[in-house]
């Protein structure tokens, strides 16, 4: 392919089954790619990331429902709520204030008035 075209930006070879489990829901890319019937390469790293921030999600995922086992109904709930709110309000809810504003308003006073 590089010689005939050109270096490839992003290679992708999946089995249909696993096309299939992927886009049905039933299965998730990082996944796929730990069980090999999916194979990124070439790939770029912002691809990468996004598969690392999708086994991320799956491991938390697992990770709270064995740890809704030991956890009272009582914590849960409060924990519901919480993460009910940041998703309605926003990521910087519980703060009470937005970091990248302050960083902004923090930017702006360093620098010099405009002449």
Partial sequence: MERRCAKPH??????LAAWQRIATG???VS?????????LDPAPPWLMGMVAADA???VAKV??????RFVPDNVMKIAKDVAREAAE???FALLGFN???VAGQLL??????AE
């Fill in 26 to 28: 039933a299965s998730s």
């Fill in 31 to 39: 996944r796929e790619m730990a069980q090999k019937s999916v194979i």
């Fill in 10 to 15: 992003i290679g992708a070879f999946l089995e």
């Fill in 56 to 58: 991320g999600a799956q």
């Fill in 108 to 113: 702006r006073l360093r620098r010099p008035p």
């Fill in 63 to 68: 990770g709270f429902g064995l740890l809704s």
């Fill in 89 to 91: 309000k926003g990521p």
């Fill in 99 to 101: 970091p990248f504003a």
